[in-house]
């Protein structure tokens, strides 16, 4: 890898269409997964776990997604602590709720790599 270049048999996969939710006979309701190869499922979880300690500076502290020990549950935590002491000091809370089941949908790839660059990730 020091070359940076990605060896070609690890490049490929075999694409499984997944199910999401609705309609299940509208291409649109299904997620295309890739089915790696062993070696391929190790070096993702080192780059991945390289990438999550390199950000970790960079994201907000009470952020569950993407965190060892983070959850739902964690999420719930904090929002519902910051809550209670939102009402105990007399102020005014409110929630703006969104659904964001579909939102990987319209992720353009090359703006995701020109992201990663600008926060320092070479590529």
């Not at 940076?4 to 999401?20: A, F, N």
């Not at 089915?35 to 994201?59: H, N, P, W, Y």
Request: net charge positive; with cysteine; charged share 25%.
């Amino acid at each position: 890898m020091l070359n940076c270049v990605w060896p070609s048999d690890w490049k490929r996969g075999i694409w499984t269409p997944v199910y999401k939710n609705d309609d299940k006979y509208s291409k649109k309701n299904y997620q295309p997964i890739p089915v790696l190869q062993c070696v391929d499922k190790v070096f993702e979880q080192l780059i991945g776990a390289q990438i999550s300690t390199g950000f970790e500076d960079r994201m907000y502290f009470n952020s569950s997604a993407y965190r060892s020990g983070g959850s739902c549950e964690t999420a719930l935590i904090h929002l519902v602590e910051d809550w209670r002491h939102a009402r105990d000091d007399k102020l005014v809370v409110s929630l703006v709720s969104t659904d964001v089941s579909k939102v990987f949908d319209s992720l353009h790839p090359p703006l995701l790599l020109s992201k990663l660059k600008a926060y320092g990730l070479r590529l």
